[in-house]
């Protein structure tokens, strides 16, 4: 029984296999194929049940449903209906106790077969061997539920005696037949992507104007394609299976041979201008050739494309020759006496648009472009009649219709009678350089962010301003704007955040300001706003000023969105008022940036006006400046050191403290002169003598055996940390001074690292490695400081004395100190506390584990001499 059910379906198989074959003969006609294909498949399942495994009369099995799923999977609907219609018909003529259930199991396949092709086309389902035998069980299940409708005496017949066999030759059989047509149809695919290539090949080839040649390694030619027969130094017929020393001189054939080799030699397409005498004449050609990567009748071959350059070659020589006699940088045109254009060079139509045809015989005034007046011309033409030549800038109008600046000579022809018979013209359109003074003009005159004039556009409009005050008895104003906290949008979000914001700012500016004011950028975050056309009294012009700068602070204090951030930046806003030019411009802008810092210390968000007592603070701060640069020279400033101890209250180092011994004024501390310093770039002077002091100090103490524990810890800047030399610097003051690194303790503060923090450690890291240490100063005031612990090669951690102030007596200072003390142990780090004042704060402090202090406690600031003099009670201690 198995026997018979394996010759049923492997003559099933067979009879598609053909049926494969068949079909390639239907493949250019898609319906009629498809309208073959499922009458051959009825076939194959009406040739299925002539032969099929009988149970008994009218019960028969067969490989139908093997047949018919895999025909509506590959054929689709048509397909798959057209097979199981003969498949049902036949069925159904057949008869029998199990009709019913044959005709279903001819219904079914057809219907899992376009569910199977409906999922696989929307790759739900891959096909594959794992998928089709899934398929072939699931189709295998449904047919034996079907046989279900059979009577139970007949249904346990099936399952006794066919069930087994059904499952164990259909299945398989299923497979078997989906990977064979499977294959078919991958070989149609790809007989018809081949069919489709050679078309779109085929059509190229024809649609290609050059002559196509392919020839083998010995120079024979194989192939010959030709729009012209007589481009061909023979007819394509009489080349075909030809060498070229048998056509072609033997130079030509000999250059063509060396051109073959050359390319046959490389990887890459090859080029070749060759001249040839042909049927129409001496031509010019260009080829590129490029070798097959096949053998053709086991010889190495090439292709080769020659183009006609015939006229292109004649077109060159004639610009050539133009560009010689008309000059091809300037355009050229000649009219008669009245103007009528007779001829133009081809550079007068790259200028103007307008070809030979489109001008000869018109008036050179259809060039016009209206923008000068009949003055204009009139003078032209007169002196034209006068000197006979005329030069200058004049705007002329494109074909298109734009109009463009160019630089027009005109010289008149005359006869020998004197009379004018032609103008010669040269025009060189000047439209690049118009457009680059333009460019200059902007980058000179206007901020390349913002588009706001700049500083030295708005000097000129200010100096405009202070004439026209003068002349007209009106006031103006002049408002410096400083954006609120703006470096720590570029501190903590990067400068393209900040400058999307200062564009956001110039833009509210431009729309809550006059047409006649003026606003500028002079740089960063600081704005200049020009008011003009004021009133003529001094407390009116005033309340205009104060009404437009509460609008321009309401303004700039709505949030702004920036790249998914929103910000909240107010702005500090100084105004200067004036009527006439007493003042200069620089001091206009200097009381106005003054007035800007008054209202900084007002607390932000404020307008304030021009007091005459801030050009006292300001001179006394430019005097002072000039006085700290003298300082550094003379070597006034001098290191005080404050004493760092132990958990039992002994000295263990000390902090160097700059202080300066000014000759008229005393000892000054650093509150009266750092912050000078700092906004006049002198503290990085500052810095460097100070730890120079520091290095002296460690080497003198390193031979001094009650002195040679100590450490010393120096403060530094953010301009020294990031002077591009800081290391080299550190590593000179230490070979000059013979200090020990180990001893040495530099002091930075968490904002200082904002500025670039992979920079900062990159040259921590380096002075590290040299053996010094590094402290974080007033741990916990500054930004992000949980997240730079992890990345910094730090040391210590000094905790701020803002929260030692109030210890033990306020739980949330005691909150703070307690997890940074147990912050530090997890990180390896030590904690020294500074501002211990009270023996309750150390108590406190050591209790909760912090074992180094600094402050009042255990010593003022001293002088060098009075520390070293104080050392030696303090280390009896012990």
């Given at each position: 029984m198995v026997l018979e059910l394996i010759k049923n379906v492997t003559l099933l198989i067979t009879l598609c296999w053909l049926h494969g074959m068949l079909m390639r003969g239907l493949e250019a006609r898609p319906l009629l194929g498809k309208l073959a294909a499922g009458a051959l498949f009825g076939a194959v399942c009406i040739g299925g049940m002539l032969m099929p495994m009988v149970l008994e009369d009218g019960l028969i099995f067969d490989g139908r449903t093997v047949v018919l799923s895999m025909a509506a999977f590959f054929g689709g609907p048509l397909v798959g209906l057209v097979a199981g219609a003969m498949a049902g018909a036949y069925?159904?003529?057949?008869?029998?106790?199990?009709?019913?259930?044959?005709?279903?199991?001819?219904?079914?396949?057809?219907?899992?077969?376009?569910?199977?092709?409906?999922l696989h086309q929307r790759r739900r389902v891959p096909f594959n061997v794992f998928s089709l035998l899934v398929f072939a069980l699931l189709l295998q299940v449904v047919q034996v539920l079907n046989l279900l409708l059979l009577p139970a005496e007949h249904f346990a017949t099936f399952i006794q005696h066919a069930l087994l066999p059904l499952v164990a030759v259909l299945v398989p059989s299923t497979l078997l037949l989906g990977l064979l047509l499977r294959d078919t149809e991958r070989q149609r695919q790809a007989r018809e992507a081949l069919r489709q290539s050679e078309a779109q090949l085929r059509a190229i080839t024809e649609a290609v104007p050059d002559l196509s040649l392919v020839l083998d390694e010995d120079g024979r030619y194989l192939k010959v394609k030709s729009p012209d027969s007589r481009l061909l130094y023979a007819g394509e017929q009489g080349l075909l299976g030809r060498r070229l020393h048998d056509v072609?001189?033997?130079?030509?054939?000999?250059?063509?041979?060396?051109?073959?080799?050359?390319?046959?030699?490389?990887?890459?397409?090859?080029?070749?201008?060759?001249?040839?005498?042909?049927?129409?004449?001496?031509?010019?050609?260009?080829a590129r050739a490029r070798r097959l990567d096949t053998l053709i009748e086991g010889k190495r071959a090439v292709v080769l494309m020659a183009r006609d350059i015939t006229e292109r070659v004649a077109l060159e020589l004639d610009k050539r020759i133009a560009s010689i006699a008309f000059e091809s940088q300037q355009g050229?045109?000649?009219?008669?006496?009245?103007t009528r254009i007779l001829k133009v060079n081809r550079a007068f139509t790259q200028i103007t648009g307008y070809s030979a045809e489109d001008v000869v015989g018109q008036p050179t005034r259809m060039l016009g472009s209206g923008r000068q007046g009949p003055e204009f011309y009139q003078e032209l033409w007169q002196t034209l009649a006068r000197e006979g030549v005329w030069q200058g800038e004049i705007w002329n109008r494109r074909k298109n219709g734009e109009v463009f600046p160019e630089w027009l000579a005109i010289s008149a022809v005359r006869?020998?009678?004197?009379r004018v018979t032609n103008y010669v013209a040269s025009l060189t359109d000047i439209s690049e350089r118009k457009s680059a003074e333009q460019q200059i003009q902007h980058l000179a005159f206007y901020d390349p962010l913002t588009g706001l004039p700049n500083r030295r556009l708005l000097r000129d409009r200010l100096q405009q301003a202070m004439i026209q005050c003068d002349r007209k008895g009106q006031y103006a104003a002049l408002?410096?704007?400083?954006?609120?906290?703006?470096?720590?949008v570029n501190d903590l979000y990067g400068h393209q955040v900040g400058d999307e914001l200062l564009c956001q700012v110039a833009e509210r500016l431009r729309n809550n300001l006059r047409e006649l004011d003026t606003v500028a950028r002079l740089g960063g975050d600081e704005f200049v706003i020009l008011l003009e056309g004021l009133e003529p009294f001094a407390e009116e012009a005033g309340a205009q000023v104060e009404h437009i700068g509460s609008g321009l602070l309401l303004a700039l204090r709505e949030p702004y969105e920036v790249y998914g951030q929103r910000f909240h930046n107010s702005a500090s806003l100084g105004v200067v008022l004036f009527n006439d030019e007493l003042q200069t411009v620089d001091e206009l802008m200097q009381r106005a940036d003054l007035s800007m810092y008054s209202s900084k210390a007002a607390g932000k968000n404020a307008l304030s006006f021009y007091d005459p007592q801030m050009q006292a603070a300001v001179?006394?701060?430019?005097?002072?400046?000039?006085?700290?640069?003298?300082?550094?020279?003379?070597?006034e400033f001098v290191a005080f050191l404050q004493p760092q101890a132990n958990w039992q209250g002994v000295w263990s180092g000390a902090e160097a403290l700059v202080r300066w011994q000014h000759p008229e004024r005393g000892l000054l501390g650093p509150g009266a002169f750092i912050e000078i310093a700092e906004r006049s770039g002198l503290i990085e002077q500052l810095d460097l003598a100070t730890l120079r002091q520091g290095c002296q100090l460690l080497a003198r103490w390193a031979v001094r055996a009650q002195m040679s524990h100590l450490s010393?810890?120096?403060?530094?800047?953010?301009?020294l940390l990031y002077k591009e030399d800081f290391v080299e610097l550190i590593q000179q003051i230490l070979q000059d001074t013979q200090a020990n690194p180990r001893h040495l303790k530099l002091e930075i503060t968490e904002t200082l690292l904002l500025t670039d923090k992979d920079k900062a450690v990159q040259r921590m890291q380096a002075l590290r490695a040299m053996g010094i240490r590094f402290s974080i100063d007033d741990f916990g005031t500054g930004y992000s400081s949980m997240a730079y612990l992890q990345q910094l090669p730090l040391d210590q951690l000094k905790i701020d004395q803002s929260f030692v102030r109030d210890l033990p007596e306020n739980p949330g200072s005691l909150a703070i100190v307690r997890a940074i003390l147990a912050m530090a142990v997890g990180l390896g780090l030590e904690v020294i506390a500074e501002g211990v004042e009270t023996p309750e704060q150390q108590a406190c402090l050591r209790d909760n584990g912090c074992q180094h202090f600094q402050g009042y406690l255990f010593g003022k600031p001293l002088a060098v001499e009075a520390f070293e003099a104080a050392v030696l009670p303090a280390v009896d201690l012990l």
């Amino acid at each position: 029984m198995v026997l018979e059910l394996i010759k049923n379906v492997t003559l099933l198989i067979t009879l598609c296999w053909l049926h494969g074959m068949l079909m390639r003969g239907l493949e250019a006609r898609p319906l009629l194929g498809k309208l073959a294909a499922g009458a051959l498949f009825g076939a194959v399942c009406i040739g299925g049940m002539l032969m099929p495994m009988v149970l008994e009369d009218g019960l028969i099995f067969d490989g139908r449903t093997v047949v018919l799923s895999m025909a509506a999977f590959f054929g689709g609907p048509l397909v798959g209906l057209v097979a199981g219609a003969m498949a049902g018909a036949y069925r159904g003529w057949l008869g029998g106790v199990g009709v019913v259930p044959g005709l279903l199991n001819v219904l079914m396949p057809v219907l899992l077969g376009l569910l199977f092709a409906y999922l696989h086309q929307r790759r739900r389902v891959p096909f594959n061997v794992f998928s089709l035998l899934v398929f072939a069980l699931l189709l295998q299940v449904v047919q034996v539920l079907n046989l279900l409708l059979l009577p139970a005496e007949h249904f346990a017949t099936f399952i006794q005696h066919a069930l087994l066999p059904l499952v164990a030759v259909l299945v398989p059989s299923t497979l078997l037949l989906g990977l064979l047509l499977r294959d078919t149809e991958r070989q149609r695919q790809a007989r018809e992507a081949l069919r489709q290539s050679e078309a779109q090949l085929r059509a190229i080839t024809e649609a290609v104007p050059d002559l196509s040649l392919v020839l083998d390694e010995d120079g024979r030619y194989l192939k010959v394609k030709s729009p012209d027969s007589r481009l061909l130094y023979a007819g394509e017929q009489g080349l075909l299976g030809r060498r070229l020393h048998d056509v072609l001189p033997l130079s030509q054939a000999d250059l063509f041979m060396q051109f073959i080799t050359r390319t046959l030699a490389s990887d890459d397409a090859q080029s070749l201008e060759y001249g040839m005498q042909t049927a129409l004449g001496h031509r010019t050609f260009e080829a590129r050739a490029r070798r097959l990567d096949t053998l053709i009748e086991g010889k190495r071959a090439v292709v080769l494309m020659a183009r006609d350059i015939t006229e292109r070659v004649a077109l060159e020589l004639d610009k050539r020759i133009a560009s010689i006699a008309f000059e091809s940088q300037q355009g050229m045109l000649i009219t008669d006496a009245k103007t009528r254009i007779l001829k133009v060079n081809r550079a007068f139509t790259q200028i103007t648009g307008y070809s030979a045809e489109d001008v000869v015989g018109q008036p050179t005034r259809m060039l016009g472009s209206g923008r000068q007046g009949p003055e204009f011309y009139q003078e032209l033409w007169q002196t034209l009649a006068r000197e006979g030549v005329w030069q200058g800038e004049i705007w002329n109008r494109r074909k298109n219709g734009e109009v463009f600046p160019e630089w027009l000579a005109i010289s008149a022809v005359r006869d020998e009678q004197g009379r004018v018979t032609n103008y010669v013209a040269s025009l060189t359109d000047i439209s690049e350089r118009k457009s680059a003074e333009q460019q200059i003009q902007h980058l000179a005159f206007y901020d390349p962010l913002t588009g706001l004039p700049n500083r030295r556009l708005l000097r000129d409009r200010l100096q405009q301003a202070m004439i026209q005050c003068d002349r007209k008895g009106q006031y103006a104003a002049l408002i410096f704007l400083d954006l609120d906290d703006f470096k720590n949008v570029n501190d903590l979000y990067g400068h393209q955040v900040g400058d999307e914001l200062l564009c956001q700012v110039a833009e509210r500016l431009r729309n809550n300001l006059r047409e006649l004011d003026t606003v500028a950028r002079l740089g960063g975050d600081e704005f200049v706003i020009l008011l003009e056309g004021l009133e003529p009294f001094a407390e009116e012009a005033g309340a205009q000023v104060e009404h437009i700068g509460s609008g321009l602070l309401l303004a700039l204090r709505e949030p702004y969105e920036v790249y998914g951030q929103r910000f909240h930046n107010s702005a500090s806003l100084g105004v200067v008022l004036f009527n006439d030019e007493l003042q200069t411009v620089d001091e206009l802008m200097q009381r106005a940036d003054l007035s800007m810092y008054s209202s900084k210390a007002a607390g932000k968000n404020a307008l304030s006006f021009y007091d005459p007592q801030m050009q006292a603070a300001v001179s006394m701060r430019l005097k002072l400046e000039e006085d700290i640069r003298r300082g550094l020279d003379a070597g006034e400033f001098v290191a005080f050191l404050q004493p760092q101890a132990n958990w039992q209250g002994v000295w263990s180092g000390a902090e160097a403290l700059v202080r300066w011994q000014h000759p008229e004024r005393g000892l000054l501390g650093p509150g009266a002169f750092i912050e000078i310093a700092e906004r006049s770039g002198l503290i990085e002077q500052l810095d460097l003598a100070t730890l120079r002091q520091g290095c002296q100090l460690l080497a003198r103490w390193a031979v001094r055996a009650q002195m040679s524990h100590l450490s010393l810890a120096v403060n530094i800047s953010a301009r020294l940390l990031y002077k591009e030399d800081f290391v080299e610097l550190i590593q000179q003051i230490l070979q000059d001074t013979q200090a020990n690194p180990r001893h040495l303790k530099l002091e930075i503060t968490e904002t200082l690292l904002l500025t670039d923090k992979d920079k900062a450690v990159q040259r921590m890291q380096a002075l590290r490695a040299m053996g010094i240490r590094f402290s974080i100063d007033d741990f916990g005031t500054g930004y992000s400081s949980m997240a730079y612990l992890q990345q910094l090669p730090l040391d210590q951690l000094k905790i701020d004395q803002s929260f030692v102030r109030d210890l033990p007596e306020n739980p949330g200072s005691l909150a703070i100190v307690r997890a940074i003390l147990a912050m530090a142990v997890g990180l390896g780090l030590e904690v020294i506390a500074e501002g211990v004042e009270t023996p309750e704060q150390q108590a406190c402090l050591r209790d909760n584990g912090c074992q180094h202090f600094q402050g009042y406690l255990f010593g003022k600031p001293l002088a060098v001499e009075a520390f070293e003099a104080a050392v030696l009670p303090a280390v009896d201690l012990l």
